[in-house]
C-alpha cells in the first residue's frame, strides 16, 4: 500500500518515517520541536508534540498513533490518548498527546522518536434500531464480570 506523506517546513530536516525492522508492525514517529526549544515535560503533566508530517491514507484504512515500548519503559511517557486515531480524510499534521507517568521530568527533543503509527483497515457498520438484543451467558455484565 502506498500512502503520500507531506514533510512542513518545520520538519524538513527530518528524516520521513520508517520502520525499524522487516517485520516491525508499526513505523516512528520523531518529534518536529525546535532545535533550540526542547519541551520539558514534567511528572503528570501532558503536552502535544508537533510531528511535521501530514498523510493521505487510502479511503478503508487508519492510522492509530501508539506508544514506543521504550519510552514507556524508560521514561514513563506514553500516548495519552492510545491508540489515536488519524481517519483517511484528514489532511493535518499529525501530532502525539505524549504524557508522563514517570517520577523525573523528559525533554522531549527534536528528532527524538516519540511514537509509533501502525496502518490498519477499517470496518464500517450499519446501525439498525431494535427493541430488544440477544441473550448470551455474559449479558449485562460489565467492568470485571468475567472475574480478575
Known sequence: M????MRLAHARDLPL???QTAQAAGFDLTAA???HAPITLMPGAHVLVPTGLSIALPE???AQVRPRSGLAAKHGVTVLNSP???DADYR???QVILINHGVESVEIARGMRIAQIVVATVAR???IEVDSLDETPRGIGGFGSTGG
Request: proline share 9%; no cysteine.
Open 2 to 5: 502506498n500512502v503520500r506523506i
Open 17 to 19: 518515517p520508517a520502520y
Open 33 to 35: 520541536v525546535p532545535a
Open 60 to 62: 478503508g484504512f487508519e
Open 84 to 86: 489515536g486515531t488519524i
Open 92 to 94: 493535518g499534521e499529525i
Open 125 to 127: 457498520a450499519s446501525f
